[in-house]
């Protein structure tokens, strides 16, 4: 049964890099047919999509963050990460690692438990 | 972007009722609409996918329907087990946005 499981600092001071990393276990990163991806939810607030990858190396963004996500993949670790990065306080949130179920479905399918991340000095 | 609409914001019921949430795109979507359930302090959970396929093990009592920019996700009779938050989300186009979610609460 495939899992996702967030790992990462949960405390990042304003202007640093907010780096996560998620493994995925119980399946490979290497299936031709999905994307992985980030999605957050500052606390009390709506879901908010970050970016998605291809094992392959193919990516998609959200504008809204104005070129500052990078998201990328290691396939010899079966891992896939993301980097925020300035950040400001408007990125403390629950970062979500996610499967999608492949197009055009396109549905998150799998998540991980999250993980709480608090941008402050 | 497509934004995506939830009604009501919240909602509250009774055990054993039928409850009815609507989420509406500001521009045709195809039958691209997923729906989720986010219980406090958990990650949301795949209900529905292409607007009216339940995704496996979901309870049938949780159906969707809908094209273009209106659908609708009904749960047929309330178990104690569904008062959450739930989620739509339009997958025809990125970036993939959300509804602002709509709370189920017990009345």
């Known amino acids: 049964q495939l899992q996702l499981q967030e790992s990462g600092p949960g405390l990042v001071k304003p202007s640093e890099t907010l780096s996560l990393t998620c493994t995925v276990s119980?399946?490979?990163?290497?299936?031709?047919?999905?994307?992985w991806g980030w999605i957050r939810q500052p606390p009390g607030k709506g879901l908010e999509w970050i970016a998605s990858?291809?094992?392959?190396?193919?990516?998609y963004y959200n504008p809204s963050l104005k070129s500052r996500a990078t998201i990328s993949v290691d396939r010899s670790k079966n891992q896939f990460s993301l980097k925020l990065s300035p950040v400001t306080a408007a990125d403390t949130a629950f970062y979500y690692c996610?499967?999608?179920?492949?197009?055009?479905?396109?549905?998150?399918?799998?998540w991980g438990q999250g993980t709480m991340v608090t941008v402050s000095s | 972007d497509i934004q995506m609409t939830q009604s009501p914001s919240s909602v509250s019921a009774s055990v054993g009722d039928r409850v009815t949430i609507t989420c509406r795109a500001s521009?045709?979507?195809?039958?691209?609409l997923a729906w989720y359930q986010q219980k406090p302090g958990k990650a949301p959970k795949l209900l529905i996918y292409?607007?009216?396929s339940l995704q496996s093990g979901v309870p049938s009592r949780f159906s969707g329907s809908g094209s273009g920019t209106e659908f609708t996700l009904t749960i047929s009779s309330l178990q104690p087990e569904d008062f959450a938050t739930y989620h739509c989300?339009?997958?025809?186009?990125?970036?993939?946005?959300f509804g602002q979610g709509t709370k189920l609460e017990i009345k």
């Open positions: 996610t499967k999608l179920t492949g197009r055009p479905v396109d549905a998150f399918d799998i």
């Open positions: 119980g399946g490979s990163i290497r299936s031709s047919s999905y994307y």
């Open positions: 990858i291809h094992y392959s190396g193919s990516t």
């Open positions: 521009q045709g979507i195809n039958s691209w």
């Open positions: 292409a607007a009216s």
């Open positions: 989300q339009q997958a025809n186009s990125f970036p993939y946005t």
